[in-house]
Every structure is written in structure tokens, then in C-alpha cells.
């Protein structure tokens, strides 16, 4: 598990979520419309890049640090590099294209299992549900692959904002119940006994020091 897994800091607990699916699915624009940033002329995303957001999950103060990756073809060895540490992965398709569904099937999951850490928390977003007239994945294929790897499915639409935050509020509920906070927990328990101890220690020091500064000023 990697050493990020339970940073905690004074912005919160980490969760790292990245986001991964085609180009042009809009990966980039359901970030920017979760942090109410949404712009409709987007282009193509050529590097890694992250913003963070603090939300309340389970009366846990949960940092999130959502990734933006690279959709292209000709980059997406780069993003192995950022699933080795990832808590959370969303896989976008567009609900108008079928093969970006295809390849979430056929490469996303994969290249996220392969290479990311195990237990790693999965979602599916079915975005551009505004152009739900133009849907060419019938919605049951998509249901049944989630349940079948057992991700969270939301059909988003980051230009009306809709179903987004729900998404990450679920994913993050299940984060907070996952094998990852019971790993922050264990963490926190054993650094406070290792404080205590420290601190018992520290007093008997400083009072075995203050019992021999009285001895010599008594001679």
C-alpha cells in the first residue's frame, strides 16, 4: 500500500482519485464543473494535472486530489505512472460513442487493475447525459459490467453539473469503509500509543533530571 494511502495532514485524510476514459469523454470538464469551473470549449488534455477539494464524509474530514489523465492513444502509457497510488478511479465514457465504453472494457479496466493499487475503488461515469437522445450504449450493458466488477455507476453531465458530486460523495462513502481507512485508523492508533509513550517517557526524563538539579543545589 503505498505510503500516500493514509497521509494525514491538516486539509484531511488523502484520497487520491484519478479519473481515466478517451479522449474528448470529458474527463477534464466533469472536474472543472465539480469544482464549478465548467467551461463547454475544452481541449484535449496533454498532462497530468490535479485539483483537491475538501468534503465532509462520514464525519471524516476527507482531502480529495482528483487527477485529470490523458485520453490519447499515443499517451496513455504515461498514466500508468499515476494509477500505482490512486485510492479511487472513476472510468468516463460518452454515452453518445459507444466505443469509449467499449474501451473501458476492453483497456481502462485492465490497465487500472494491472497497475493500480490492490483494492483500488472503481466508478463508472456515463457522461454527457444531457445528450441522452443520442445515446448509442444501452444503459443495461453498462449496469451489468459495473455490478460485474463492482464499481459505483453514475451518468453524469458535467455541462449541467448533474449526478457528479453524488458520484464522489458515494465513491468517498465507500472509501471511508474501505480497506484504506481501516489502514489510516490502524496508523493513527499505533502513532498516538508511540506518542503516549514517548510523552510518559519525556516526563520521567525531565523529572529524573529535575530530582538530580535538587540534589546538587542541595549540596
Do not use: P
Not at 484520497?15 to 472543472?32: A, F, P, Y
Not at 487500472?112 to 450504449?137: F, R, W
Not at 489510516?184 to 517517557?201: G, T, V
Amino acid at each position: 500500500m503505498s505510503e500516500e494511502t493514509n497521509k494525514n495532514n491538516s486539509n484531511g485524510i488523502l484520497c487520491k482519485i484519478i479519473l481515466v476514459g478517451d479522449s474528448g469523454v470529458g474527463k477534464t470538464s466533469i472536474i472543472n464543473s465539480y469544482f464549478q469551473k465548467y467551461n463547454q470549449h475544452v481541449t484535449a488534455t496533454l498532462n497530468t494535472s490535479f485539483l483537491s477539494k475538501i468534503e465532509i464524509i462520514n464525519n471524516y474530514k476527507i482531502e480529495f486530489q482528483i487527477w485529470d489523465t490523458v485520453g490519447q492513444e499515443q499517451y496513455r502509457a504515461l498514466n500508468t505512472l499515476f494509477f500505482k497510488d490512486a485510492h479511487i478511479c472513476i472510468m468516463v465514457y460518452d454515452i453518445t460513442r459507444k466505443e469509449s465504453f467499449n474501451n473501458i472494457k476492453d483497456y481502462w479496466y485492465e490497465s487500472v487493475i494491472s497497475n493500480g493499487l490492490e483494492g483500488i475503488i472503481l466508478g463508472i461515469a456515463g457522461n454527457k447525459d444531457d445528450l441522452y437522445e443520442s445515446e448509442k450504449v444501452d444503459r443495461n450493458e453498462v449496469k451489468e459490467f459495473s455490478e460485474q466488477i463492482n464499481a459505483i455507476l453514475g451518468f453524469t453531465s458535467a455541462k449541467n453539473n448533474s449526478c457528479i458530486s453524488e458520484l464522489i460523495k458515494e465513491l468517498g462513502i465507500k472509501f471511508c469503509n474501505s480497506d484504506f481507512m481501516k489502514a489510516y485508523r490502524k496508523d493513527s492508533s499505533d502513532q498516538d500509543r508511540k506518542d503516549k509513550k514517548f510523552n510518559l517517557k519525556d516526563k520521567k526524563n525531565r523529572n529524573n533530571k529535575n530530582g538530580n538539579n535538587d540534589k546538587k543545589a542541595c549540596c
